[in-house]
């Protein structure tokens, strides 16, 4: 697991090097740096207030990093700064989709209606920026039809498709965030953001999600999520990232972050002599079950 | 330098009576978050209450001092635009109250056509000239300063004052500072939302009231149109001043008050309402919390 | 049980009574001093004043019983009613509409159509003048804008305070430049219309970063900003006397209007000289440059760009999230708007022959937001109803002479057109909050196309 930090491997998607963010006073991340790999799920993981949303917004645009480099490499070979891109360049150009902590979806429109927004630059395309749309040019029609075809095809994938027509504010929790994820995965994106997914969601539901989720991975969007929910998080992550008070404490595999003694003090509240202690026994072999 | 100072003073006391009616605005929006438009108006409505006070008791008291009969003038007015803003409260604003923000917008925009309306068709439609009231003058070298303009920077630095005593040290004050920032945690520790608000609207339309009185003594005239622009000057105070702010609204409004005449003394008249318009646009844009308000961050 | 319910309806009507008293103390304060006492300029142009202790009591009267009225019958009876409906557990959707309904625009496009022939059927000739030009293009003109606005308030979801500035944009640049150039209407009313959305553009570049409030006074200043510069800048504009002579709108070039022209239009077909042809024209112009607006806007619901605006209006975040360039949406919602409202700008120009700032003023941009909040947003038949409701419904007001008969000969509805207007405004959005059509239609269906309700639709933030 190369985690060099000058140059990227091809198969790194994502390179956060050195991400700092200042509110005011507070310094909500401090110098952090990771990296998520093409074609896996990364999880960041937290307390909360680790400041793991505040990365995301980072990412995603809605926040101007103080510091750092957001570097997003595309399958193509291009790479893109996502700190200096346009909110919404961060999807079109980048190819980097999310989801929101707090659902934002069309409530006004149809199940349908929002995954045809989520086409909106490809559609715009082939409706000749609307002229030619407007005039009745066949270009728009067929991909108005693609574009619905599309929007079935996930439909069926988030298990909504018998409710295309109904209005989206209309629809259970469950189904609210399963639309986001469609929505999202509508944009055709490389990189998929996910906050808290599986938030509010009862098991048999964050199972459901897990499959969903690793569907996306299998056909090769990469996806960074943020969670609280482990059953979700050990179950279906590739790699998990550690954050507490905006620094990094803990980057590997799930097994390695799971047995991390920093991970399990910043989660139980141990005392900071006491992770000392174990980090110890644990270089001496005497605590079970630590596996570096 | 004279002239200067003596628009100064012109400006401060415009600027006072615009900072009365922007404390209003401020406050309802403040607390419930809604522009009140029919806000300059119930203005209209207090100087035509005082007008109206005036002509009873210059007819049955004709000797009156003018101390009294002023005071007479703004307790009637200050209690009508109380009992007004009370009204339309409860019967138009109140059911509207939490749901679709565009509905209380309409339906204040359409009090406000109702208020001017009413006054032009109950009062007619021409305005209603008074004989100046208060009329001595004191000279300071070549500045006129009035014996009006004094009072009305007073009576307003008072009012200020009391203002800010309520809001701050009463329980009445730190209750509609709850509700501003959060109604319904504010219902389950058992403050008296409802009542609050009520008192929010009652407050805003006494100083209205006041100042409408002012206006009427300082320009001698009360017509029913005269809610509009001054309405939309005060506003604009508010949120130059930043909007929720008390202090804040007074300093919009004696800044206004201050960009208006030394506008019209120095550039032109006729595009005075343009420079505050202007005013209110590069202000919103550049900077939409205003001097004193407190950035919103909208959570992702 | 039968003593229970006697007692509850003494209760209510203890209640009722309690409450009409109230009503009529409180009204009575309210009124004494408005109402009660009436200030005039006598003869020496004096200010004086007189009691009007009966119409005081009218007011303190109608408020007494109809508070009374209202807690004591109609809301009991509103109540029993929901009691009733929630009883029998049925929900009320009938799936089948009557004929009416669902031919109601084709009929309403029908009526529209023999509208001018019909009035001169019933009123004659002279008669129907009034009825066509004064109802018929007076509304049509109301509904073009509201039309217009409602792309940018309805759809996109930005409160626009200041939609007039796109009317007068359209209105002066016709006079103008019909009278510097001589231009035919039939150039300068796509011009008007490009003009106007350049406007747009230039206006709403800078404003559109704010949220929804804030967005509303802005365009509110921006709106008057162009009034009192029409005012104030009497070199161009001429200020408040305004631009008159302005040419009429030609027969598409072919005959001309113009009393003594020699291809005039009345000549030519042998009718006689009477301005009522010309009006009729007019009426279909308007009429043609609605179905224009209501047929851009259908078809753009169905576009991606239509789409996109109804999501910015339902979560601007989430539209940024998705790819989407919400500066340069807002921009083209604000400027089609624009558009429509510089075309119906140029039209009204070209009918009335004279324009002046008066007719720009803030009032005029409310009248117009309502018309569309009352309508319904982003619904095209409630706005068109809404619009003849209420601009119908204030010209109607002129009408009724009768009312002469009751009130005395002073009496001149007109003053309260606009009194009415406002308690029309305050009453509907206490009634229906969410307008007159409180649905909206979906753009694009799986399997069936089914109304979204107005409870979740949003009204946008800017």
């Known amino acids: ?292 | 330098m004279e002239y200067f100072i003596q628009q100064l003073a012109n400006g401060l006391t415009l600027g006072s009576i615009y900072g009365l009616v922007a404390i209003g605005y401020t406050m309802v929006y403040g607390i419930i978050g809604m522009i009140n438009f029919a806000h300059g108006d119930i203005f209209m409505l207090g100087g035509f209450a005082a007008l109206i006070v005036f002509l009873i008791l210059t007819t049955f008291f004709a000797g009156i001092p003018v101390a009294l009969a002023l005071l007479l003038m703004l307790v009637i007015a200050m209690l009508m635009t109380g009992l007004w803003n009370w009204t339309i409260e409860r019967i138009a604003y109140r059911p509207l109250r939490g749901s679709f923000r565009l509905a209380p917008l309409i339906t204040a925009i359409g009090m406000s056509i109702v208020l001017s309306n009413f006054i032009q068709v109950t009062q007619g439609p021409r305005n209603k000239p008074i004989p100046p009231l208060v009329t001595d003058v004191y000279h300071i070298g070549n500045i006129t300063i009035s014996l009006k303009q004094i009072l009305i920077i007073v009576i307003t630095s008072i009012l200020l004052f009391a203002f800010w005593y309520i809001v701050n040290k009463t329980p009445l004050g730190r209750a509609q500072r709850a509700t501003e920032q959060d109604r319904k945690m504010a219902a389950l520790l058992g403050v008296d939302v409802d009542r609050t608000i009520s008192i929010t609207f009652i407050m805003g339309a006494a100083l209205a009231a006041v100042a409408g009185t002012m206006y009427l003594m300082y320009y001698g005239v009360a017509g029913f149109n005269d809610g509009f622009i001054p309405g939309v000057k005060a506003f604009t105070a508010a949120v130059l001043g930043g909007i929720g702010s008390l202090p804040g609204a007074v300093l919009g409004g004696l800044l206004i008050g201050l960009i208006e005449s030394l506008w019209s003394a120095y550039f032109s008249i006729a595009y005075k309402d343009v420079a505050t318009f202007a005013i209110l646009a590069i202000v919103l844009i550049f900077k939409p919390t205003g001097i004193l308000g407190r950035p919103e961050v909208e959570k992702v | 049980m039968a003593n229970v319910s006697v007692d509850v309806r003494e209760d209510v009507m203890a209640k009722a009574v309690k409450e009409g008293a109230i009503a009529g103390i409180v009204a009575f304060l309210m009124f004494l001093v408005f109402v009660g006492i009436e200030t005039y300029q006598d003869i020496n142009n004096q200010l004086v004043w007189r009691t009007r202790w009966g119409l005081l009591a009218v007011f303190v009267i109608v408020a007494a019983v109809g508070r009374f009225l209202t807690v004591g019958f109609i809301k009991p009876h509103l109540d029993a009613r929901k009691l009733a409906k929630a009883k029998t557990g049925v929900l009320e959707i009938s799936e089948e509409k009557s004929f009416f309904h669902k031919h109601f625009l084709k009929i309403a496009l029908v009526f529209l159509l023999c509208y001018p022939f019909l009035a001169m059927m019933v009123f004659g000739r002279q008669g129907s003048l009034k009825y066509v030009d004064n109802f018929g293009i007076q509304i049509l003109i109301y509904v073009m804008l509201a039309w217009g606005l409602n792309i940018v308030v309805g759809l996109a979801g930005l409160l626009d305070l200041g939609y007039v500035a796109f009317y007068a944009v359209g209105a002066y640049s016709y006079a103008l430049l019909s009278a510097h150039f001589g231009f035919s209407f039939w150039l300068l009313l796509p011009m008007a219309g490009i003009l106007a959305a350049m406007w747009g553009v230039i206006l709403g570049f800078p404003v559109l970063r704010l949220r929804g409030d804030y967005l509303a006074i802005v365009t509110l200043a921006f709106g008057e900003i162009i009034r009192l510069v029409l005012i104030n800048w009497t070199d161009v504009t001429r200020g408040t006397f305004g631009v008159s002579g302005i040419a009429k709108a030609s027969f598409f070039g072919i005959w001309s209007f113009d009393v003594g022209a020699a291809n005039n239009f009345n000549k030519a077909w042998g009718l006689p000289s009477s301005s009522v042809y010309y009006k009729m024209f007019l009426f279909y112009v308007i009429l043609a440059l609605c179905m224009l607006t209501a047929y851009v806007t259908i078809r753009l619901r169905r576009m991606p760009i239509g789409r996109a605006w109804e999501a910015l209006r339902e979560d601007e975040i989430a539209c940024r999230s998705l790819g989407i360039n919400t500066v340069a949406t807002k921009l083209t919602a604000f400027a089609t708007g624009a558009m429509f409202g510089g075309f119906a700008g140029s039209f009204f120009a070209a009918r009335q022959g004279f324009v002046s700032p008066e007719s720009f003023v803030f009032l005029e941009s409310a009248v117009i937001l309502a018309i569309v909040v009352l309508g319904g947003m982003g619904s095209l038949t409630g706005i068109a109803i809404a619009a003849v409701v209420m601009v119908g419904g204030t010209e109607l007001l002129r009408e009724l002479e009768f009312l002469k008969h009751i009130f005395g000969p002073d009496f001149t509805p007109e003053l309260y057109r606009m009194l009415l207007f406002g308690l029309a405004m305050v009453v509907v959005m206490l009634f229906k909050p969410r307008g007159f059509v409180g649905t909206r239609e979906p753009t694009a269906f799986l399997k069936e196309r089914k109304a979204v309700s107005g409870s979740f639709t949003k009204e946008g933030h800017g």
């Open chain 1, 1 to 292: 697991m190369a985690t060099g930090m000058t140059t990227m491997t091809n198969d790194t998607i994502l390179k956060v090097e050195r991400l700092s963010m200042k509110f005011g006073g507070l310094m909500a991340i401090n110098d952090f740096s990771f990296e998520a790999k093409r074609g896996e799920i990364t999880a960041l993981i937290g307390p909360n207030g680790a400041g793991k949303t505040t990365v995301f917004n980072c990412i995603t645009g809605f926040y101007k990093p103080t510091m750092g480099m957001l570097t997003l490499k595309r399958s193509n070979g291009s790479e893109f700064l996502l700190e200096r891109l346009r909110d919404f360049e961060i999807n079109k150009v980048a190819g980097v989709s999310r989801t929101f902590q707090n659902i934002r979806l069309f409530s006004g429109l149809t199940v349908l209606e929002n995954l045809l927004v989520a086409q909106h630059n490809v559609l715009m395309k082939a409706s000749g920026f609307t002229i030619l749309g407007l005039l009745g040019f066949p270009a728009y029609k067929t991909a108005a039809k693609e574009a619905i075809e599309k929007a079935t095809y996930w439909l069926e994938k988030a298990d909504l498709i018998d409710r295309a027509d109904d209005p989206a504010g209309d629809l259970s929790y469950g189904a609210q965030r399963r639309l986001e994820i469609a929505r999202a995965m509508c944009t055709g994106p490389e990189l998929l953001c996910l906050d808290e997914p599986a938030a509010g969601l009862n098991p048999k539901e964050s199972l459901t999600l897990n499959t969903l989720l690793r569907g996306i991975r299998d056909e090769g969007t990469s996806l960074l999520l943020i969670e609280h929910d482990m059953s979700v998080v050990m179950e279906i992550s590739d790699h998990v990232v550690v954050l507490e008070y905006g620094q990094k404490i803990s980057d590997g595999t799930p097994d390695h972050v799971k047995n991390d003694p920093k991970v399990i003090a910043a989660y139980l509240g141990v005392e900071d002599e006491e992770v000392e202690e174990i980090e110890e026994q644990l270089d001496h072999g005497t605590v079970e079950g630590g596996t570096v």
